[in-house]
């Protein structure tokens, strides 16, 4: 979700400013998630490199999405969408843990779609972790090497469960993937935008899905 410092600077505005301006977007692009119907939209909240940045401004973020948390469970609960989170989340403020496994727990039940927050994430450090994890099963007996394919591997990565994503929405014209999802992506649809993301409404969420509705997906076969 790139362009909310941008979208603040052009304005002459503080950056937390394009923070709050870019909760809006959030708001917007779930809503609209929901009601077309899509089983789970995932959003690249925090990275892990994202702790390089000024101490004020981290704490901004670790309060905003607080705010958001507490102000948007009821309608988490009312349209049955149930939060997930992927990342290092014990690398989180011991408060953003005990609320977002709160909001987890309470919407998690009979939910329609999922809203996964990558949340101190980062792609290799997800890839790091899940061969440490599968070295362990492997070193305790619960596993051969020779019984490792990727069915087995994705297992053992934050997104267990959760299917590989079919389209990759990269605001403010961003020409990368910047740690994302790296082993998920591999036949994800890449869609490119210029709009920063607090100007991301659901106008340009319909025009990325209907973007990736034109396509065609060949998963390395042949083209017609």
Same mark, same amino acid.
Do not use: C
């Given at each position: 979700?790139?362009?909310?410092?941008?979208?603040?600077?052009?304005?002459?505005?503080?950056?937390?400013?394009?923070?709050?301006?870019?909760?809006?977007?959030?708001?917007?692009?779930?809503?609209?998630?929901?009601?077309?119907?899509?089983?789970?939209?995932?959003?690249?909240?925090?990275?892990?490199?994202?702790?390089?940045?000024?101490?004020?401004?981290?704490?901004?973020?670790?309060?905003?999405?607080?705010?958001?948390?507490?102000?948007?469970?009821?309608?988490?609960?009312?349209?049955?969408?149930?939060?997930?989170?992927?990342?290092?989340?014990?690398?989180?403020?011991?408060?953003?843990?005990?609320?977002?496994?709160?909001?987890?727990?309470?919407?998690?039940?009979?939910?329609?779609?999922?809203?996964?927050?990558?949340?101190?994430?980062?792609?290799?450090?997800?890839?790091?972790?899940?061969?440490?994890?599968?070295?362990?099963?492997?070193?305790?007996?619960?596993?051969?090497?020779?019984?490792?394919?990727?069915?087995?591997?994705?297992?053992?990565?934050?997104?267990?469960?959760?299917?590989?994503?079919?389209?990759?929405?990269?605001?403010?014209?961003?020409?990368?993937?910047?740690?994302?999802?790296? %082993?998920?992506?591999?036949?994800?649809?890449?869609?490119?935008?210029?709009?920063? %993301?607090?100007?991301?409404?659901?106008?340009?969420?319909?025009?990325?899905?209907?973007?990736?509705?034109?396509?065609?997906?060949?998963?390395?076969?042949?083209?017609?």
């Amino acid at each position: 979700m790139d362009g909310n410092g941008r979208w603040a600077k052009d304005r002459g505005l503080p950056r937390v400013m394009g923070h709050r301006a870019g909760i809006k977007s959030v708001r917007t692009v779930v809503e609209t998630a929901r009601e077309r119907g899509i089983d789970v939209l995932t959003l690249y909240a925090f990275s892990i490199d994202n702790w390089k940045r000024s101490r004020e401004e981290v704490d901004t973020l670790m309060r905003l999405l607080g705010e958001y948390l507490r102000r948007e469970l009821p309608t988490l609960l009312e349209h049955q969408v149930g939060l997930h989170v992927i990342g290092r989340l014990e690398g989180l403020p011991s408060a953003v843990q005990a609320h977002l496994r709160m909001v987890m727990a309470k919407t998690r039940p009979g939910a329609k779609m999922v809203l996964n927050l990558a949340l101190n994430y980062g792609g290799r450090a997800e890839i790091l972790d899940a061969v440490r994890r599968l070295a362990v099963d492997v070193r305790a007996g619960r596993l051969t090497p020779a019984h490792i394919d990727e069915t087995v591997f994705s297992r053992y990565l934050y997104t267990n469960g959760l299917p590989d994503p079919d389209l990759l929405i990269r605001t403010s014209g961003e020409l990368r993937v910047s740690n994302f999802l790296l %082993w998920q992506i591999s036949y994800t649809e890449l869609y490119i935008t210029p709009t920063l %993301w607090p100007d991301f409404g659901r106008r340009e969420f319909l025009a990325a899905i209907a973007e990736f509705q034109r396509r065609e997906r060949r998963f390395g076969a042949e083209g017609r």
